[in-house]
């Protein structure tokens, strides 16, 4: 009987560790995707002329729902700003090399890095003028 304890106690614990938070997971595409989202309505619509601070940035746009940050707890953020669009970065938490790289303007992921078997530095690769459909 003890045996079966210890079994169902074992198995148990990944299931309790995924669910008390992140675990040290990689932040998914789609949790990437909603934090653009509110990093390009805060850029676009209420983002003081002239700053520039990523980190701020990040706060201001997820003042209404921190738990947007989250996910990427164990990451390193960084922000682009170039004609009130956003560009959001994932990269290691030791900002040594770039995850996935997303605009708030376009529907799909424009860039995963994880699986390509390259590491890409950890700096915005492109404006959002590159992906942006123009208005």
């Given at each position: 009987?003890k045996?079966i304890?210890?079994?169902?106690l074992?198995?148990?614990?990944?299931?309790?560790?995924c669910?008390a938070?992140?675990?040290?997971?990689?932040p998914?595409?789609a949790?990437?995707?909603?934090?653009?989202?509110?990093?390009?309505?805060?850029v676009?619509?209420?983002m003081?002329a002239?700053?520039?601070d990523e980190?701020d940035?990040?706060r201001?746009?997820?003042?209404?729902?921190?738990?947007?940050?989250?996910?990427?707890d164990?990451?390193r953020l960084?922000?682009g700003?170039?004609d009130r669009?956003?560009?959001?970065?994932?990269?290691?938490?030791d900002g040594a090399?770039?995850?996935?790289?997303?605009?708030?303007?376009?529907?799909?992921?424009?860039r995963?890095?994880?699986?390509d078997?390259?590491?890409?530095?950890?700096?915005?690769?492109?404006?959002p003028?590159?992906?942006?459909?123009?208005?």
């Open positions: 009987m045996r304890v210890l079994f169902c074992v198995m148990l614990l990944p299931c309790v560790s669910a938070g992140t675990g040290g997971r990689e998914s595409a949790e990437l995707r909603q934090l653009t989202a509110a990093v390009e309505v805060y676009r619509y209420s003081p002239g700053m520039a980190q940035i990040l201001q746009a997820t003042a209404h729902e921190p738990r947007l940050l989250e996910p990427f164990d990451a960084r922000v700003v170039v669009h956003g560009v959001v970065l994932v990269c290691t938490k090399y770039a995850l996935m790289e997303d605009s708030g303007c376009a529907a799909p992921l424009e995963d890095y994880r699986n078997g390259t590491h890409h530095p950890c700096e915005v690769s492109f404006t003028a590159d992906v942006c459909p123009k208005r």
